[in-house]
């Protein structure tokens, strides 16, 4: 599920720059309520915030209904699990051709737009040239529906706030 998340930020933030009126944007941040919802129709939602920069730093902050951090560094991830007090360092196993999505990304309608990106299908919402939502249905054909609050972009955002250092009480796991 993280791979998909980052893979998705990545897309997702890429498709960003490739519009015309949102390439200028340097940072990205945000409110968002992600909804699962599988094919019998059963949902779970989480809340958090989300932050983005220059498309090689991003910082999922989950906040209910479980609390996890989850950072990308350019291909390195790292999932911070307060509450199973242990951190995952993991590397991304496929690369990611972003001129790729860029040159992919097209206007369906005024506000709507979509990118394929390894067969799978990203539906974006842009309003007053802020994204508000995005869909997608996953390998699982589980629906993925991620909407943004408060928008806020190209504020400064320091390089320091995608740091993660464990406490020495945390388990580490490399995978």
């Keep these: 599920m993280v791979y998909r998340l980052l893979l998705f930020v990545i897309i997702t933030f890429s498709n960003l720059l490739a519009m015309d009126e949102l390439k200028e944007i340097k940072t990205f941040q945000a409110n968002f309520t992600q909804t699962v919802t599988n094919e019998a129709g059963k949902a779970i939602s989480y809340n958090g915030k989300v932050f983005i920069k220059n498309n090689d730093r991003v910082l999922w902050k989950y906040i209910t209904p479980i609390k996890k951090n989850v950072f990308l560094l350019n291909d390195i991830v790292v999932i911070d699990e307060p509450e199973l007090e242990q951190v995952i360092y993991t590397k991304l196993k496929e690369e990611l051709n972003i001129l790729s999505i860029l ?14 990106f390894y067969n799978r299908k990203y539906e974006l919402v842009i309003d007053e040239n802020k994204i508000k939502e995005v869909s997608y249905k996953d390998e699982l054909d589980n629906s993925i529906v991620i909407k943004f609050e408060n928008v806020v972009q190209n504020e400064e955002i320091e390089e320091d706030f995608f740091r993660f250092i464990p406490p020495s009480y945390y388990d580490i796991i490399k995978k």
């Design 103 to 116: 040159q992919g990304s097209k206007k369906i309608s005024k506000n709507r737009y979509e990118s394929f």
